[in-house]
């Protein structure tokens, strides 16, 4: 058991805020629970009738395939876990729980569990790393990955290069208004997060507990999804050299879950010369040398501002989309390998032609809507991306 707080304030607070968490698993599980049982789940729906009872770690146990409404029956047996687990003043594992359970929800409908993490890190009662644990000198792996710094084939044409120092709002509203990307570099360099963040321990020791989702891949293997600590991915991007095992958190809104992390992070400006005062989404990507993203387009304007390591992106225009083999007609994804294309399955993509991009930390790459791009980390990095 986890030592005790007999703060009155901190007491009260926290039944306070239990109740809030209490609510929402009341309120949210008699939905779940309907749509189960129209789904033949019903030992599901039985379980999930009785939260927040203590049968939530049974449910939390079940093999669960990826019906939608049972990952919320997860959601509320993780919700659940934690209002239990900080009643016997088990506040890491309690913290653990709600941030699953936040993930899977979401926000606003997570805020409770939002508040309610937060109201644990405010008063020092999660456990943290051991001081042996949080010294020495760290940093993350240089190791590029095998290949990546390769010449793609036809992938080599020029994309437009600026200096922040030498561009403006109206200069960008060329590129937006003729959907081109191009590339700004050192846009971020004034950024704490590009300055603060190299170091892992920076972020490891303050927020190291927080639980994030990831995917762990070896070379030859499925990918594995699962939930891990912001520590063991710093970790595993720290001592990359030492395992074949790559881990990557993609497309997460953790500045949303961790609100303390953008005083770290400005909204590019050249959002203002389209219109948007802020980004309509804002994800962080980071992970080992090597992880990435297919080829595959999304429907929003995006700048992808790169905080650590070395990333490299190839581009290629939409108006070449019948040369990229999407999925089904329309998809925004290619089923075509960038790296290693199969031209006797796809002889089209031979007439592709492309750019390749390197960012470095504090560089961004502005890229248009429906604008195919292909990315990998060269080494440990980190990313953040606006949608607008």
Not at 115 to 124: A, C, E, M, P
Not at 139 to 151: D, K, L, P, Q
Request: hydrophobic share 40%; proline share 6%.
């Amino acid at each position: 058991m986890e030592k005790r707080t007999n703060d009155p304030s901190f007491q009260s607070s926290l039944e306070s805020i239990l109740r809030l968490v209490t609510d929402l698993v009341i309120c949210y599980k008699h939905n779940v629970e309907k749509e189960l049982r129209a789904c033949g789940r019903s030992r599901l729906a039985r379980l999930v009738d009785q939260l927040p009872l203590s049968n939530a770690k049974q449910l939390k146990q079940l093999s669960i395939n990826d019906l939608p409404t049972a990952n919320h029956a997860l959601a509320l047996a993780a919700a659940s876990s934690s209002i239990l687990d900080a009643k016997e003043h088990h506040f890491s594992s309690a913290s653990e729980n709600a941030d699953v359970a936040l993930i899977m929800l979401g926000l606003p409908l997570g805020q409770p569990l939002l508040d309610f993490i937060g109201l644990l890190q405010r008063n020092s009662v999660i456990h943290h790393l051991p001081a042996s644990q949080s010294t020495g000198d760290v940093s993350f792996c240089t190791n590029e990955a095998e290949r990546v710094n390769e010449e793609i084939r036809n992938m080599a044409e020029p994309c437009a290069e600026v200096t922040e120092a030498h561009f403006s709002d109206a200069h960008f509203s060329e590129f937006f208004k003729h959907d081109k990307p191009v590339v700004i570099r050192q846009l971020a360099a004034a950024w704490p997060a590009v300055r603060k963040w190299i170091n892992p321990l920076y972020l490891k020791n303050s927020y190291g507990h927080r639980i994030v989702p990831v995917e762990y891949s070896i070379p030859g293997a499925p990918i594995k999804e699962r939930f891990a600590s912001l520590a063991e991915v710093i970790d595993m991007m720290t001592r990359q050299s030492h395992t074949t095992e790559n881990v990557y958190m993609a497309q997460h809104p953790l500045l949303d879950y961790i609100p303390a992390l953008r005083k770290d992070i400005s909204q590019p400006h050249y959002m203002k010369a389209a219109g948007k005062d802020t980004a309509d989404l804002v994800n962080l990507w980071m992970g080992s040398a090597g992880t990435g993203t297919k080829l595959h387009f999304d429907s929003a304007d995006n700048i992808l501002v790169q905080l650590v390591g070395r990333k490299k992106l190839v581009l290629i225009d939409p108006k070449q989309s019948h040369l990229l083999y999407p999925t089904s007609s329309g998809a925004n994804i290619s089923t075509v390998d960038v790296e290693n294309p199969d031209h006797t399955k796809f002889p089209r993509f031979c007439e592709a032609r492309g750019m390749t991009v390197y960012l470095e930390p504090g560089d961004a790459l502005y890229m248009p809507a429906h604008y195919w791009h292909w990315v990998r980390a060269i080494s440990s990095s980190m990313s953040i991306n606006f949608w607008f």
